[in-house]
């Protein structure tokens, strides 16, 4: 043995030491060591780990979120039904207390994070579309806005108000600032390291965007001092002092009551969409893209390709709506609107959304007929739109089925009563055809990448000159199969086109101030001002939304047909 070993030692056998125990158990019988583990093995064995450490911080994560929102939940709930031991003030501190957090992590985040040397190495190309950047940066100056004149009504009644309610307006203001900036910069992230404490403050800041979302669906007290003020001023005018606090300037704090109340439901949109911005990016914490996930396919421009019917019957739509718009506009900006503006209100929504239902059992239809395969891959945006779609179509169908209740119940013979009760039944049929549109055609492989895939199962084989017959040939099966609009692809876009404008016209009317639902009195009568002011103010924000989530689905179904 000794002499095989100086042999060895002079020869430079056993150079690594794998081969030496694998020699030596191929002489001895002896199976390898345990601890001696394959690559294979190894690696798979990281992944594991892996996925458990993502798994444990996710689960870290939103328990993180879950404890804050239900705090901040028992204090807003704790207002309302006990507005003696917990008042607004206390739920606005604990709010500002997160808000700081918030912008705290979100400055570190910006500044530290991501200018780690690892730490962006993917970027996911599905996450962040132009049109929720640009919503997030259209609601978050509305967002704004409406603070600047909460400011301005609060100093102008600074005569009778704490000073200190001036700070918390102003926290707000710096901190959709960063937010909107930090979030524009960032969705497509899928951040490498710190992956634990990016996942806490990702929860965190979306706790803090749903409990002001809460704040503002339950929250009236703005609106009942409002009103209280339009009554003090009618009773002074008419020889009766109050004690209700009055503006000094009453030209003044017209201007910033109406930009108050006009602005409010942005303030609840822009909650929702960070929130949902910020979920993406928290699934994609520590998220490993493929080498060719990371470059975006071809999408191709948007062009009309010829559509005619669905753009002209979009835009009849859409000027119809804006006439019903500027006259429900000039009605509302009197003491009372008059009935026959409701029923022109109620009339031009039970003559579009016939017309939307059709053309989206349409669309489904042709989805069926068509010969593409499903895409199955797995991805977080994709899967969050489907969700957001269905659970934003919850904001419109719950004030519908309240409103059904409230006309059976009292009196559905009248013209009026009719027409809102046509329109609830038909905004339900309306969201659940146009969800199943949308998915089904989300879930759709797009054309370029069946083209795609055709041209890469060309055969690598042969002579230059058979290559390029073959090249030559998949080109001109391509031009008649995919450049040509055969009729059911025309027909997509059509359709397309049509329910895009549709949902302007209808994302547009509540968004700028349209609320009827609120306006007519005869839900309000029926279950208490309290109650309908917050079905109204849960339902209407996510209803906008969902017509502008709807508009952005559209236009992908529409890129991909």
């Known amino acids: 043995m000794p002499a095989q070993a100086s042999e060895a030692q002079k020869t430079g056998a056993a150079p690594a030491e794998e081969n030496q125990v694998g020699t030596g158990a191929e002489k001895m019988g002896a199976p390898a060591p345990p601890y001696q583990k394959s690559w294979l093995a190894r690696h798979f064995s990281l992944l594991r780990r892996d996925r458990q450490a993502q798994k444990a911080g996710q689960l870290f994560s939103g328990l993180l979120a879950l404890n804050v929102v239900f705090l901040g939940g028992a204090f807003i709930c704790s207002m309302i039904f006990n507005n003696v031991a917990v008042t607004l003030g206390d739920v606005w501190i604990l709010l500002a207390a997160l808000k700081a957090l918030s912008l705290l992590w979100l400055l570190y985040y910006a500044t530290c994070t991501t200018r780690h040397t690892h730490a962006m190495l993917f970027r996911d190309p599905h996450a962040g579309s132009i049109w929720v950047r640009g919503s997030l940066v259209l609601f978050g100056s509305c967002a704004i806005c409406l603070n600047v004149f909460r400011v301005g009504y609060d100093v102008s009644h600074i005569h009778c108000k704490s000073q200190l309610e001036l700070i918390f307006p102003v926290i707000e203001i710096v901190f959709i600032g960063a937010q909107t900036w930090v979030l524009w910069k960032h969705c497509k992230d899928c951040v490498q390291v710190q992956t634990n404490f990016t996942r806490c403050g990702l929860m965190l800041t979306l706790a803090t965007n749903l409990l ?89 421009p948007f062009h009309l390709h010829g559509a005619i019917f669905g753009p002209l019957l979009g835009l009849l739509a ?244």
């Not at 108050?260 to 994609?284: D, G, H, Q, R």
């Not at 089904?440 to 797009?446: I, K, S, T």
């Open 318 to 561: 859409l000027v119809a709506g804006v006439c019903v718009f500027v006259l429900f506009q000039i009605e509302a900006s009197g003491l009372a609107i008059a009935r026959q503006y409701f029923i022109l209100y109620y009339a031009f929504y039970v003559a579009v959304l016939p017309a939307m239902s059709l053309a989206c059992l349409a669309g489904t239809a042709i989805h069926g007929l068509e010969e593409r395969e499903l895409d199955t891959l797995k991805n977080p945006t994709r899967s969050l739109d489907v969700v957001l779609l269905m659970g934003a179509a919850l904001g419109q169908m719950g004030i519908a089925y309240f409103s059904i209740v409230a006309i059976v119940a009292t009196r559905p013979h009248e013209l009026l009563n009719r027409l809102i009760l046509a329109y609830s039944l038909l905004i339900i049929l309306q969201h659940i055809a146009q969800n199943l549109f949308i998915i089904e055609g989300l879930h759709r492989r797009p054309l370029w990448e069946t083209a795609g895939k055709q041209e890469a199962e060309l055969p690598r084989q042969g002579s230059l000159l058979e290559l390029g017959q073959d090249l030559r040939r998949a080109s001109l099966a391509y031009i008649h199969s995919y450049s040509h609009l055969n009729w059911k692809r025309r027909a997509l876009k059509e359709i397309c086109l049509f329910l895009i404008l549709c949902n302007l016209t209808l994302w547009m009317m509540p968004a700028f101030g349209i609320r009827p639902e609120f306006e007519n009195g005869l839900q309000k009568d029926f279950y208490g001002y309290r109650t309908w002011f917050t079905v109204v103010n849960f339902g209407l924000p996510l209803g906008v939304f969902y017509h502008m989530h709807s508009v952005g689905g559209l236009v992908e179904v529409y890129l991909e047909a």
């Open 212 to 300: 002001l979302w809460v704040l503002a669906v339950t929250n009236d007290s703005m609106h009942r001092e409002i009103k209280a003020e339009l009554s003090a001023l009618v009773e002074n005018l008419s020889g009766n002092d109050t004690n209700t606090c009055v503006c000094l300037n009453a030209t003044v704090c017209e201007v910033f009551q109406k930009g108050y109340l006009m602005l409010y439901p942005f303030s609840t949109e822009y909650c929702l969409i960070c929130c949902a911005v910020l979920f993406v990016m928290w699934k994609n914490v520590g998220r490993r893209l493929a080498p060719h996930a990371g470059a975006h396919p071809g999408t191709p």
